[in-house]
T-cell receptor
Framework: ETGVTQTPRHLVMGMTNKKSLKCEQHLGHNAMYWYKQSAKKPLELMFVYNFKEQTENNSVPSRFSPECPNSSHLFLHLHTLQPEDSALYLC??????????????FGPGTRLLVL | AQSVAQPEDQVNVAEGNPLTVKCTYSVSGNPYLFWYVQYPNRGLQFLLKYITGDNLVKGSYGFEAEFNKSQTSFHLKKPSALVSDSALYFCAVRDESDYKLSFGAGTTVTVRA
């Protein structure tokens, strides 16, 4: 798991708070992803960045705001969340130039609880 | 559209017995198939993938998976399960024309000593 790191690992926030999740990949990849994992449900793709450009926003509410300053770092800014946003948020990265045979590698996730 | 089904929420086996975790998929083109494992409080770890070639794919920790195009399946197998294999397993598929992965809901494997 040292390839993709995420901080914090756990976060508790109120509905009026603003917080940010951070992801860093040490694999030299050029694409990064945010996923939401809820219990007993498939992973939900939220955002995709390719060479720092956002290429996918999977109908995510505006209270989630991604930022990708460079190919190694990805942030998810959180604002006025709802209790149903409580979940495990996973970051992943891949090497896009290897073609569609690329493999996504995941970080350990941030466990978010919204009160 | 692409999708994955993992028909079993839970699989229980005794240590030393064979382990099988089932996965079926649906894609419009040729599939690229993946298995990931998630241990408690950890992220997803890549186990193996099928892109093309031999239908039997070998991966990490003694796991293997068999691609069956006629049955649209990609079942994960291990000949002799260990207690440490207890985890949540995810199957994922990608169409050859798309980079986005579609995941199944996961199967919880419990290996009892």
């Amino acid at each position: 798991e040292t390839g993709v790191t995420q901080t914090p690992r756990h976060l508790v926030m109120g509905m009026t708070n603003k917080k940010s999740l951070k992801c860093e990949q040490h694999l030299g990849h050029n694409a990064m992803y945010w996923y939401k994992q809820s219990a007993k449900k498939p992973l939900e793709l939220m955002f995709v960045y390719n060479f720092k450009e956002q290429t996918e926003n999977n109908s995510v509410p505006s209270r989630f705001s991604p930022e990708c300053p460079n190919s190694s770092h990805l942030f998810l800014h959180l604002h006025t969340l709802q209790p149903e946003d409580s979940a495990l948020y996973l970051c992943a990265s891949s090497q896009r130039t290897s073609g569609l045979q690329e493999t996504q590698y995941f970080g350990p996730g941030t466990r978010l609880l919204v009160l | 559209a692409q999708s994955v089904a993992q028909p079993e929420d839970q699989v229980n086996v005794a240590e030393g017995n064979p382990l099988t975790v089932k996965c079926t998929y649906s894609v419009s083109g040729n599939p690229y198939l993946f298995w990931y494992v998630q241990y408690p409080n950890r992220g997803l770890q890549f186990l193996l993938k099928y892109i093309t070639g031999d239908n039997l794919v070998k991966g990490s920790y003694g796991f293997e998976a068999e691609f069956n195009k006629s049955q649209t399946s990609f079942h994960l197998k291990k000949p002799s399960a260990l207690v440490s294999d207890s985890a949540l397993y995810f199957c994922a598929v990608r169409d050859e024309s798309d980079y986005k992965l579609s995941f199944g809901a996961g199967t919880t494997v419990t290996v009892r000593a």
